[in-house]
């Protein structure tokens, strides 16, 4: 039940090995954007991480990146991290139907404008379509 969970771990301990992040407490704060026992009380819980806040960890590693462009050791991690995240996002919501997931997201949360990575997603979904008809797949989601 604890999804996501691990994949996070994951991350957190690339970034620690980096020299990036010191505690899960600041992974937790800085880049998900919650209390510092967020991601430990959600291993303990055994609580399904929510989709929003990955995607939200993606944009804040790019935003990272974007400002961390002098130390290129950090951005390789920065950089593989976001693809990391990029590939989890797809496993997760693509074959599940991606459009139905991010549309309650969005109508939700409507007030809140598209983080880059969200639109970095959308961009992604509208390939796979056109893709998939391309391929003769006409049963594709909208």
Not at 6 to 13: A, D, K, T
Not at 30 to 55: D, N, Q
Request: hydrophobic content about 35%; aromatic content about 8%.
């Amino acid at each position: 039940m604890s999804e996501g969970i691990e994949f996070l771990e994951r991350v957190y301990e690339q970034l620690h090995e980096a020299g990036i992040i010191r505690s899960k407490g600041e992974f937790s704060e800085r880049l998900l954007g919650k209390s510092p026992s967020y991601l430990t009380s959600m291993r303990a819980k055994r609580r399904k991480v929510p989709t929003h806040i990955i995607m939200g960890l993606g944009d804040t590693l790019l935003t990272s990146l974007r400002s961390n462009s002098a130390d290129p050791e950090m951005c390789v991690v920065l950089r593989r991290n976001v693809a990391q995240i990029n590939l989890y996002l797809a496993d997760q919501l693509i074959p599940t139907g991606v459009a139905e997931t991010i549309t309650q997201n969005q109508t939700s949360s409507a007030h809140r404008r598209k983080t880059s990575f969200q639109t970095f997603l959308w961009a992604k979904l509208r390939r796979w379509r056109r893709w998939m008809r391309s391929r003769g797949r006409t049963k594709v989601s909208s």
